[in-house]
């Protein structure tokens, strides 16, 4: 399957993927239209061991063909990626599909690279499925260079959708819970810094609301680690906690774009890995907290982390497309190939904005008596007040500017009226209001980019 042709025989291809524990995917197919066959399974990809749950080869060419069938007469823009959500309740399944176009045997094709669940795990698959279309978006983007130059494409595909197949694994097995029970969490104990350092617990929470609710949590004890991890869901909707992990006991987890909180625990060299591109792919900027040594450090704002994560994918497509055999290209050799972009790769920085919002509450709710629940109530009237903020700001932008007619240039006003003249209150508002409204980040702050020292400058003049 190293060619850049699918196989001519009738039958189809197929990878047998091992997963740890139970997987909720059933297969992943990649399919193509032939203009004399008409739809065509091209390989198939099935977790291995999955007992009466697992699709026959038959069933899993007639469900992947079924995505291609109305995509016939498909117009779409050069480059253009699709995604189709398909409920087949007469066949009890859900198909995700990423429909675009790519080069074949010389002509153009339309692909489909798809993934086929049960629908009853429609529940549990709906938050994370942003996270995984993102994350096979980018794969179809390099896999259509590869079409383009007659490499094989499987490798490639796998190299995603294995990852896939072990997120939603893990995801099945130590997501957060829906609603976190405070007594499981640092802001239950009888006194602030029973647990942690009084300032570690208050930088880690603000900066978490600073980097719009996304944080890797490490360390070398479990429960430790764990406490942190449902301290922080407690200030995400239902909906994101879904999209958060608990570490494993035994450390094999590996960092997953797109959740926004996941626990890690140190290998015994007594590091963890962050690659940097996986870092830099994720939706939102997040912040990086050890639980050993007490330390928080988080990346640069929205608009600064959007700016460098463009700038980086389409770096890799560049050197991608630049390459003269399919040996020859690896993410780690990106930053060689592409010698004009230069990341700085200590991406994660001191929290340098402090707050008033996070540090009062966090003062204020340990003085409510603990086992009762009081301190429940706090956080969702603390919430609340964040997520009216966030509201206020937007209107407040949407007025100043005629709802984007017109530049913002009143920030001075901004922060004087909405009482956010403490740095790190506007950059917690921001970030909800971010989640809000994305692309709030780059319209306050303009179109040019600034760095996160020159943004700090700007800010202190106002």
Request: aromatic residues 8%; hydrophobic residues 40%.
């Amino acid at each position: 399957m190293s060619t850049g042709c699918p196989p001519q025989s009738p039958s189809v291809a197929k990878t047998e993927v091992v997963v740890e524990g139970w997987c909720p995917l059933l297969a992943a197919t990649f399919a193509y239209w032939d203009n004399i066959l008409g739809p065509r399974v091209w390989h198939i990809w099935a977790p291995k061991g999955q007992g009466s749950m697992l699709l026959s080869d038959s069933e899993v060419t007639f469900l992947a063909n079924h995505t291609l069938n109305g995509e016939i007469l498909r117009s779409a823009e050069s480059g253009a990626v699709d995604v189709k959500f398909f409920v087949l309740a007469e066949k009890g399944v859900i198909i995700v599909s990423l429909i675009f176009d790519g080069e074949l045997k010389g002509d153009k094709n339309t692909c489909a690279l798809s993934i086929i669940l049960p629908q009853s795990e429609l529940d549990f698959y709906l938050p994370l499925h942003s996270v995984c279309v993102e994350r096979l978006k980018h794969t179809v983007r390099k896999g259509r260079i590869y079409m383009q130059k007659g490499y094989g494409i499987i490798a490639l595909l796998t190299s995603e959708i294995v990852p896939i197949m072990e997120l939603l694994s893990s995801m099945k097995t130590h997501s957060a819970p829906d609603e976190v029970d405070i007594k499981d969490t640092l802001l239950n104990d009888d006194d602030i810094g029973d647990s942690c350092h009084e300032d570690f617990l208050h930088k880690a929470v603000n900066s978490h609301l600073q980097t719009c609710g996304c944080s890797v949590v490490v360390g070398s004890n479990p429960d430790k680690v764990n406490k942190i991890v449902l301290t922080l869901c407690l200030f995400l909707t239902p909906a994101e906690r879904k999209c958060s992990r608990l570490c494993r006991a035994d450390g094999t987890f590996k960092y997953d774009t797109g959740l926004f909180v996941q626990g890690l625990l140190k290998d015994s060299t007594g590091s963890v890995v962050l690659p940097y591109r996986q870092v830099l792919s994720s939706p939102y900027p997040s912040t990086h907290i050890d639980v050993d040594i007490n330390t928080v450090k988080q990346m640069p704002p929205c608009h600064e982390h959007t700016y460098h994560q463009r700038r980086y994918m389409r770096a890799e497509l560049s050197a991608l497309w630049k390459t003269t055999s399919e040996d020859e290209f690896s993410p780690e050799q990106l930053i060689n190939i592409q010698e004009s972009f230069t990341p700085d790769l200590n991406i994660f920085q001191d929290v340098m904005h402090k707050d008033t919002l996070v540090k009062s509450f966090i003062d204020e709710v340990f003085l409510l008596k603990p086992g009762l629940n009081l301190r429940s109530v706090y956080l969702s009237h603390f919430l609340l007040l964040l997520h009216r903020k966030a509201l206020t700001l937007l209107r407040y932008i949407e007025d100043d500017t005629q709802k984007g007619k017109k530049p913002f240039r009143s920030l001075r006003n901004l922060k004087t009226d909405l009482d956010l003249t403490v740095e790190g209150d506007l950059n917690i508002i921001m970030a909800m209001a971010e989640k809000l409204r994305p692309g709030l980040h780059s319209f306050v702050f303009g179109k040019p980019f600034f760095t996160s020292v020159q943004e700090r400058d700007i800010l202190m003049n106002f």
